[in-house]
């Protein structure tokens, strides 16, 4: 249990060492999810750019322990929307975890 534990807080230190851009990781994004960068930041809202947006919140948030309100604005949402988006993400468990090292490391 204490193991278990200590690795989790082990691999959250290395998660929030990586240094992705916020720009490269929406481009990369954008690309794998047949998105243009444009409709991921613009005001655009249809299934597949809602999708990607949340897959960016996820991993900006939870993989990457950044800062929502730092998404928030570059996406022109509320913070709330992008937490919300992120646990969507988490409770449906889409992501697979070799797209999250592609897009992350």
Do not use: F
Not at 33 to 60: C, D, F, I, P, Q
Request: hydrophobic share 40%; charged share 30%.
């Amino acid at each position: 249990m204490i193991e278990a534990i200590i690795r989790e807080a082990e691999e959250q230190a290395e998660r929030k060492i990586k240094k992705v851009s916020l720009e490269t990781l929406i481009s990369r994004i954008s690309k794998d999810m047949g998105t243009s960068r444009e409709s991921m930041t613009g005001g655009g809202w249809n299934r597949k750019v809602t999708r990607a947006r949340a897959m960016l919140a996820y991993a900006w948030v939870r993989y990457l322990g950044r800062s929502g309100h730092e998404l928030a604005k570059v996406l022109g949402v509320s913070p709330q929307a992008i937490y919300a988006a992120s646990d969507n993400i988490e409770d449906t468990d889409v992501i697979s975890s070799e797209d999250i090292e592609r897009w992350c490391k």
